[in-house]
């Protein structure tokens, strides 16, 4: 792929990849290391994505990396850095902490639905799932984060 395309994916879809990375590792330099691969994989590709599927294809290579980077030896004998991100409104940064805590493969699919727009047949398309695999792990993670959101007021 040319130069020029896949600065124009960077410039319309670097945000939405960076997004996705945040949503599974839960760290902005993990993230930004997984973005920069995602885009200089896509440069040294030949493989063009079809006209108006950029985006989706994009993200799936996104979670491929994110799952790939999640699985590898440096990323289990490293440990994590705090990084707190501020919210001005104490629901939102609850929320946030909730989400966080979930589990990586909770997390995209949560990220996906509501952040991105997808529905769950394309959440399964760019995760490679089934799409009860899908609805599974929406309703799970919801169920998750009910109960985070319930212990948290409980415990205020």
């Not at 949503?23 to 493989?47: K, P």
């Not at 990220?111 to 991105?116: A, D, P, V």
Request: hydrophobic share 35%; glycine share 6%; proline share 3%.
């Amino acid at each position: 792929m040319d130069r020029e395309c896949v600065t124009g994916l960077l410039t319309r879809y670097g945000d939405d990849v960076f997004r996705l990375a945040m949503s599974y590792l839960g760290n902005r330099q993990d993230a930004e290391d997984v973005c920069q691969n995602v885009f200089l994989t896509v440069l040294n590709t030949r493989h063009e994505p079809s006209p108006g599927k950029e985006k989706a294809w994009l993200l799936t290579c996104t979670a491929n990396a994110c799952k790939n980077y999640l699985k590898s030896f440096w990323r289990r004998n490293v440990g994590e850095l705090d990084e707190a991100i501020s919210f001005t409104d104490s629901t939102d940064q609850s929320l946030y902490d909730a989400v966080m805590k979930l589990p990586p493969k909770y997390r995209a699919v949560i990220h996906l639905y509501y952040y991105e727009g997808y529905d769950q047949s394309e959440i399964g398309e760019i995760l490679h799932l089934t799409r009860t695999a899908v609805q599974t792990r929406m309703s799970r993670a919801r169920e998750m984060l009910k109960k985070e959101l319930n212990d948290n007021e409980g415990a205020l």
